[in-house]
């Protein structure tokens, strides 16, 4: 009977793999990520950015961009870009965050922890959905976000996002205090259906929900190892103070703002 049952659920195991499995396109060169994460920030702060590298002008991800303004380790405004190559679409999304309402305020308070993050989509895969436990286990932490689309408009949440949020871990909870794991998928749908102006059943009967691996582009590995001295210190302490920033506009752009592909083209 164990053999048997280890059989069938090896066999259930291998069809699911083939299913929802995502062939990642490889990254772009060295030179082209270092060219997009300086090119991003330098952009976003309404400087001129450096001519892209060769690979950078030839690269074509695998769906959208997805620049990010970051404070206080929430993503305050996250724009997915649709181009043709790498170089076009951080040109597009640069600039779109040079103009976004929440990085301007942020500007105008003379902030000093803002930072910006560029994500490449890498490929894109089904996802399990109305199968407990198996659904919250269809996320790949770190690497997985989800997409919708509905009425030729696209919602998305980032695996950034989630990461910040907590939410690879939360999905379903065991009777032991503390101890839980998994993504609440459902939550996530009915999210990103309010993204788009409907609700689930909409979504569910007229759209599509699909998985994106999605790689954030980065110089060094994160988080990095640093060194408890009293500089670092005061400089943690600094950076989680206020910042001089109107609460009141802080708490209306609390949830990141999406803008839908469509109206976000290179």
Known sequence: ALAVYAVLLACVCAVIHARTRIDAAPLPAKDARE?????????ADGAEATPPPANARAYRPAGPVFVTAWWRGRAMTVLPVV????????????????A??????????????VTYTIALTRGRGPVVLG????????????????????????????????????????????PIPDLSF????????????RSLGHDVEALRARGAVERLRVTTLVREPYPRETAPTERAL?????????????????EKHQAPRHVGARRLRA
């Not at 060219?35 to 952009?43: E, K, P």
């Open 35 to 43: 060219w997009a994460i300086d090119a991003v920030a330098a952009l």
């Open 83 to 98: 181009g043709e190559t790498l170089a076009e679409a951080v040109r597009a999304g640069g600039r779109a965050l040079a």
């Open 100 to 113: 976004d309402a929440m990085v301007l305020d942020l500007r105008r308070a003379r902030r000093t922890n």
């Open 131 to 174: 199968v407990p436990l198996l659904e919250n286990l269809a996320l790949v932490p770190l690497h997985d976000g989800l997409a919708a689309t509905l009425d030729g408009e696209r919602a998305y949440v980032t695996p950034d996002e989630l990461r910040a949020e907590g939410a690879y871990d939360g999905g379903v909870q065991t």
């Open 182 to 193: 998994g993504v609440a998928v459902e939550g996530l749908v009915s999210r990103l259906a």
């Open 234 to 250: 005061r400089l943690a302490a600094l950076n989680g103070r206020h910042d001089g920033v109107d609460p009141s506009r802080v």
